[in-house]
């Protein structure tokens, strides 16, 4: 499928396509289906985005070898709400859950980020408003680029695989074309985690 589409479209990053994506291309702390982290009851109250991005400028990035002595760890939403600390999974999927439940168009996002010349794994958010949509990365730690529209940070950002608020999921056209280049050398596409200090 991945090489049908391949032959038939030039993706460019960007290019999202629905896609039965299996959980551990998400990232190795993938286990459990996406519905699970959606349940038990949030207590943390937020009516807009700023509230959102305002309460988890008091939580704190945490290396996940620093927390469970594990290189992929993903924490239950509850959970990092009650430590406030974690990685950028973490962070990201308490970000995605309450911009679903505010109302939002929102999907958590597995990609690359790329920082400086080195590009590492990385999560975040993606919302739709207005017919516009925004990138929301939740560990930043300056208030002011915690959201920003894709066109203003689409360079920095490369998504690989998504899932919606119904659970869907996407894959993107970056990921299908690594895919076919490790493909070509046979080696299975994981995307890889590196664990880096929030922007």
Known sequence: MYRLLLATTRPNPWDRF???VPLHAYGAGS???FS???SGQLETTAHTVNDVSDWLQGCTYRRDDEQFNSTDHWQHPTHFERRREGDCEDFSLWTWRKLVEMGCDAE????WMRVGSVTVGHTWVHYRDAGQTFIFDPVVRDPREVVRPVEAVAPAYIPQVSVDQAFQG???GGY???LHTRWKNRAYPLIARVETSPA
Do not use: I, K, R, S
């Not at 958590?108 to 990609?111: C, D, I, L, N, S």
């Open 108 to 111: 958590f996002v597995a990609g």
């Open 36 to 38: 699970w982290y959606f």
């Open 31 to 33: 286990l459990h289906p």
């Open 176 to 178: 299908l074309t690594a």
């Open 18 to 20: 629905t896609f039965d």
């Open 170 to 172: 996407y894959v993107y």
